[in-house]
T-cell receptor, first 114, second 111 residues
Framework: DTGVSQNPRHKITKRGQNVTFRCDPISEHNRLYWYRQTLGQGPEFLTY????????KSRLLSDRFSAERPKGSFSTLEIQRTEQGDSAMYLC????????????FGSGTQLSVL | DAKTTQPPSMDCAEGRAANLPCNHSTISGNEYVYWYRQIHSQGPQYIIH???NNETNEMASLIITEDRKSSTLILPHATLRDTAVYYC????????????FGTGTRLQVFP
């Protein structure tokens, strides 16, 4: 199965530390999305890449958050100086180029900030 | 912002049809209706989508009213594995093409 892969599955950190998550999309997919999900809520859009270009960022993405997709393949999401409010599931999705294509989601990284 | 309204929860007996309603009264002519579901501890999974015609695939059927202001997702023979949160999403197929999720309907299938 060559679905969307996210690592790590779980991350526990102390407030103030930096964390980085990785997403490996389906290999032929040019589009990559990051979402955040808190308990009882639907996923919230954070940012979007078309190949290596970051084309949209949500207002939810504060200056402490940065995402990269250096060669248009895997992507990383870094959170600096984590806060307890950053505790959430971080989901990555990918899709082929083309309007209306299905998004394929990974299983996410669960972040707990103590 | 999400443009859909769904009941927060529903129950269904195993083997029976599950009919999940969705209201999208402000939908525009170029907006599609998508359904995804999320099983506990997993990412959302695509189910089906449509513009104005009814659609069917191996997972479900989608019935869209003629005025397109509402739709119903039908799981014809629900199983325990269909227990999940179901999201109805109105999507404009332009630019970033992102999905905007609401809070969905939590479907509980019981034996």
């Amino acid at each position: 199965d060559t679905g969307v892969s996210q690592n790590p599955r779980h991350k526990i950190t102390k407030r103030g530390q930096n964390v980085t998550f990785r997403c490996d999309p389906i290999s032929e997919h040019n589009r990559l999305y990051w979402y955040r999900q808190t308990l009882g809520q639907g996923p919230e859009f954070l940012t979007y890449f078309q190949n290596e270009a970051q084309l949209e960022k949500s207002r939810l993405l504060s200056d402490r958050f940065s995402a990269e997709r250096p060669k248009g393949s895997f992507s990383t999401l870094e959170i600096q100086r984590t806060e307890q409010g950053d505790s959430a599931m971080y989901l990555c999705a990918s899709s082929p180029t083309g309007l209306g294509e299905k998004l394929f989601f990974g299983s996410g990284t669960q972040l707990s900030v103590l | 912002d999400a443009k859909t309204t769904q009941p927060p929860s529903m129950d269904c007996a195993e083997g029976r049809a599950a009919n999940l309603p969705c209201n999208h009264s402000t939908i525009s002519g170029n907006e599609y209706v998508y359904w995804y579901r999320q099983i506990h501890s997993q990412g959302p999974q695509y189910i089906i989508h449509g513009l104005k015609n009814n659609e069917t695939n191996e997972m479900a059927s989608l019935i869209i009213t003629e005025d397109r202001k509402s739709s119903t997702l039908i799981l014809p023979h629900a199983t325990l594995r269909d227990t999940a949160v179901y999201y109805c999403i109105v999507r404009v197929a332009v630019r970033t093409d992102k999905l905007i999720f609401g809070t969905g309907t939590r479907l509980q299938v019981f034996p």
